[in-house]
């Protein structure tokens, strides 16, 4: 025990001692340096201590930007459910049929589409803008495929259906749109296939002919 002990004191003695040396090294080298060169050095710490200190000011910038734009983001993301709520009671009140056709319904429903246009109307000044989907190609950036539904009419990956909103605050996506992109049949893919596989075989053709 006392010798592992007298080992360890000699080593930090011995570590002490190269630490000491170094420092003494150090000291002796800027001693040796000329005025001119210490100038140069201090210019040099200077220089990146001042880089440094640019650094941590765009930073704070970068983040105190940041706080005053998005800084109510989270607290959007939530509003968005008083536009969801709505929607479901709208669609909840034009399927009961005791209301259907009825004055209460129609003032009920004028009242609840107020409410939602004033609703996008603040989320507007908020810099808070609902994605427009229908009729564009699927982009999951801002949209997610839910289901899909045949339609021969329209390319494949065309959104045909708009099943929840998706808002953008400023260039941050709050909350993509949930949506429903059109396929085409099994009948209409077979054709496109035959179709495709003519136009290989012509494309093969002209090609043997050029030769």
Known sequence: ??????????????NNEKHDSKKEFNQEKNNDLDPKEKIKELEDKLTRNLAEMENQ???????????FDYGGFAFARETLNLIDNL?????SLESDESL??????KKTLDHLEIINKDLISIFKKNNIEPILCINKKLDPNFHQAMLELIDDQKEAGTIVQEIQKGFM???RLL????VGV??????????EDKENEGDKNEQNQDKSTDK
């Open 1 to 14: 025990m006392e010798k592992d002990q007298k080992k360890e004191l000699n080593k930090n003695h011995l």
């Open 57 to 67: 000011r765009r930073r704070f910038e970068k983040e105190k930007e940041d706080a």
């Open 87 to 91: 929607e479901r009671s709208k669609k």
């Open 100 to 105: 259907k056709n009825s004055d209460v319904l």
């Open 169 to 171: 605050m400023k260039d």
């Open 175 to 178: 909350r993509p749109a949930l």
């Open 182 to 191: 059109s396929k085409k049949s099994e009948k209409n893919n077979k054709n």
